[in-house]
């Protein structure tokens, strides 16, 4: 009888995306214009799909399919994922969108096809990609890492509020309204007493637990990449690596790049030993590092989603960041800087999390 039921179920979502597909060919014959991106279903009726003003009445007279995914190609062909009867289920239908392509020629990242090691190892740290986060937007990323199923990359560049890669063309009014606290007086949960940055010399500080995590700076990149239509929303219950803040909740569609990735890849808090490709698109003309393609003065570093060992009662001092120059440590431009206070106004680069079959590979 189960089998029966998942058979069952398995044609209801096919017909369903099937139906789907012959509706946005009626859509795009009537209208005379193509559609494409995610859609959602209507509360009311399962059978009308939205995107902003743009309806799509689907002609389908099976049981109610609901998806948690739903994709509109501009060719046409859709992708369905998480779909069930009724409810949220784990059903797909069609393919995803390739979202992630290979550079062809590496600005300071590799091209994926170039390593003598590509056929065994599909994805590694350090890969070039420019990905389309949203229709005709393509922004260049790098791996960081990866899991069975998932990629993690690392935006070349830091991002401003609007969501756009920060460049030596942007204005430096825009770069400046571009950095932002890890944590805020505002945001800030723990029960110690948050009093400014004012207390590297103080002569004794109480040391606390912090439960409030980088609320201020993910709220920031969450705007940021509100309209990244193309990346699926992060699902991700995250713990301090020292459990100083714990079940921090990422759902938007990027987080900030964690400390064990960081090391991962080379990155340390005692020499410059971080891989070009993570640093590169900051620090200015003093901390100059040898190869670095392009300085951008006003960009010094960006936030890293963990903390160090101890935080302090005096500007809850001391979280990691990773600095694209040696800004306010020793001379090395690429390391882990230990030393940083929450209230500091720094960077953010962030870090999408894309399906392996959403990646366009070299065969």
């Given at each position: 009888?189960e089998?029966?039921?998942?058979?069952?179920?398995?044609r209801?979502?096919?017909m369903?995306?099937?139906?789907?597909?012959?509706?946005?060919?009626?859509?795009q014959?009537?209208?005379?214009?193509?559609?494409?991106?995610r859609?959602?279903?209507?509360?009311e009726?399962?059978?009308e799909?939205v995107?902003?003003?743009?309806?799509?009445?689907?002609?389908?007279?099976g049981?109610?399919?609901?998806?948690?995914?739903?994709e509109?190609?501009?060719?046409?062909?859709?992708?369905?994922?998480?779909?069930?009867?009724?409810?949220?289920?784990?059903?797909?239908?069609?393919?995803?969108?390739?979202?992630?392509?290979?550079?062809?020629?590496?600005?300071?990242?590799?091209?994926?096809?170039?390593?003598?090691?590509?056929e065994t190892?599909?994805?590694?740290?350090?890969?070039?990609?420019?990905?389309?986060?949203?229709?005709?937007?393509?922004?260049?990323f790098?791996?960081?890492?990866?899991?069975?199923?998932?990629?993690?990359?690392?935006m070349a560049?830091?991002?401003?509020?609007?969501?756009?890669?920060?460049?030596?063309?942007?204005?430096?009014?825009?770069?400046?309204?571009?950095?932002?606290?890890?944590?805020?007086?505002?945001?800030?949960?723990?029960?110690?007493t948050?009093?400014?940055?004012?207390?590297?010399?103080?002569?004794?500080?109480?040391?606390?637990?912090?439960?409030?995590?980088?609320i201020?700076?993910?709220?920031?990149?969450?705007?940021?990449?509100?309209?990244?239509?193309?990346?699926?929303n992060?699902?991700?219950?995250?713990?301090?690596?020292?459990e100083?803040?714990?079940?921090?909740?990422?759902?938007?569609?990027?987080?900030?790049?964690?400390?064990?990735?960081?090391?991962?890849?080379?990155?340390?808090?005692?020499?410059?030993?971080?891989?070009?490709?993570?640093?590169?698109?900051?620090?200015?003309?003093?901390?100059?590092?040898?190869?670095?393609?392009?300085?951008?003065?006003?960009?010094?570093?960006?936030?890293?989603?963990?903390?160090?060992?101890?935080?302090?009662?005096?500007?809850?001092?001391?979280?990691?960041?990773?600095?694209?120059s040696?800004?306010?440590?020793?001379?090395?431009p690429?390391?882990l800087?230990d030393?940083?206070?929450?209230?500091?106004?720094?960077g953010?680069?962030?870090?999408?999390?894309?399906?392996?079959?959403?990646?366009?590979?070299?065969?």
């Amino acid at each position: 009888i189960e089998d029966a039921r998942e058979e069952s179920n398995e044609r209801s979502v096919d017909m369903f995306g099937r139906s789907i597909q012959n509706a946005v060919a009626r859509y795009q014959l009537n209208n005379n214009e193509s559609i494409s991106g995610r859609f959602h279903q209507t509360k009311e009726d399962k059978k009308e799909l939205v995107q902003g003003t743009t309806k799509l009445t689907v002609e389908y007279d099976g049981e109610d399919v609901v998806c948690s995914t739903i994709e509109i190609h501009k060719d046409g062909t859709i992708f369905l994922d998480g779909c069930g009867i009724k409810e949220i289920g784990d059903l797909s239908y069609g393919t995803r969108k390739k979202i992630c392509k290979p550079v062809e020629v590496a600005t300071t990242g590799i091209v994926p096809s170039s390593r003598e090691d590509y056929e065994t190892v599909k994805y590694k740290a350090g890969d070039e990609y420019t990905c389309e986060v949203k229709d005709g937007i393509w922004y260049k990323f790098f791996i960081l890492s990866t899991t069975e199923d998932k990629v993690n990359l690392l935006m070349a560049n830091n991002i401003t509020r609007s969501g756009e890669p920060i460049t030596s063309e942007t204005p430096v009014n825009v770069i400046s309204t571009s950095n932002v606290k890890w944590l805020s007086e505002d945001d800030y949960e723990g029960e110690g007493t948050f009093s400014g940055d004012d207390c590297v010399s103080a002569d004794e500080v109480t040391i606390f637990p912090v439960e409030s995590g980088p609320i201020t700076a993910i709220d920031y990149l969450n705007d940021a990449t509100l309209t990244w239509d193309n990346i699926d929303n992060l699902n991700e219950t995250y713990t301090d690596k020292n459990e100083m803040f714990r079940n921090f909740d990422l759902i938007g569609k990027a987080r900030l790049p964690k400390y064990q990735e960081l090391v991962d890849i080379g990155c340390d808090s005692k020499g410059g030993n971080c891989p070009l490709w993570s640093i590169d698109n900051g620090g200015d003309q003093s901390y100059y590092y040898e190869g670095t393609q392009t300085l951008i003065p006003g960009v010094g570093a960006y936030w890293v989603l963990d903390t160090r060992e101890k935080m302090y009662e005096c500007g809850v001092n001391s979280w990691w960041t990773l600095g694209n120059s040696a800004w306010e440590i020793q001379l090395a431009p690429a390391v882990l800087l230990d030393n940083y206070i929450a209230s500091t106004l720094t960077g953010v680069r962030p870090v999408i999390t894309v399906t392996k079959d959403q990646i366009e590979n070299n065969e």
